[in-house]
């Protein structure tokens, strides 16, 4: 049984940085996909990054893009998110997702993904 675990999260200004980690119980041997979603209040939950984690081929969202990066270290069975240059709209609950099965994905759809953690607050002020 997989599990994910997040941590990173904080309150920071406008202009500062944040790096989240997901530490995974499997990583690679069977996580083909990870990715991190985010949920504003008011707002549904939405893709921000996203990894093959074989290939380690990225991909981002609009928003985020030149701003944050996604990487994983093997190593220690962990993913993490680079938030440079946060602004108040990436203010949200950040949650590491996986998936552990074939098939077609879309990286930022989230019922592609089976199994994720309990989620991270990051709060950005003006």
């Known amino acids: 049984q997989v599990q994910l675990v997040e941590s990173g999260g904080g309150s920071v200004q406008a202009g500062g940085s944040l790096r989240l980690s997901c530490t995974a119980s499997?990583?690679?041997?069977?996580?083909?996909?990870m990715a991190w979603f985010r949920q504003a209040p008011g707002k549904g939950r939405e893709g921000v990054a996203a990894?093959?984690?074989?290939?380690?081929?990225?991909w981002y969202d609009e928003p985020v893009k030149g701003r944050f990066t996604i990487s994983q270290d093997k190593a220690k069975k962990t993913l993490y998110l680079q938030m440079n240059n946060l602004k108040p709209e990436d203010t949200a609950i950040y949650s590491c997702?996986?998936?552990?099965?074939?098939?077609?994905?879309?990286?930022?759809?989230?019922?592609?993904?089976?199994?994720w953690g309990q989620g991270t607050q990051v709060s950005v002020s003006s």
């Open positions: 997702a996986a998936r552990d099965h074939g098939g077609s994905v879309m990286v930022f759809r989230a019922d592609d993904y089976n199994i």
């Open positions: 499997e990583y690679t041997r069977t996580l083909y996909y």
């Open positions: 990894m093959a984690t074989v290939g380690e081929v990225p």
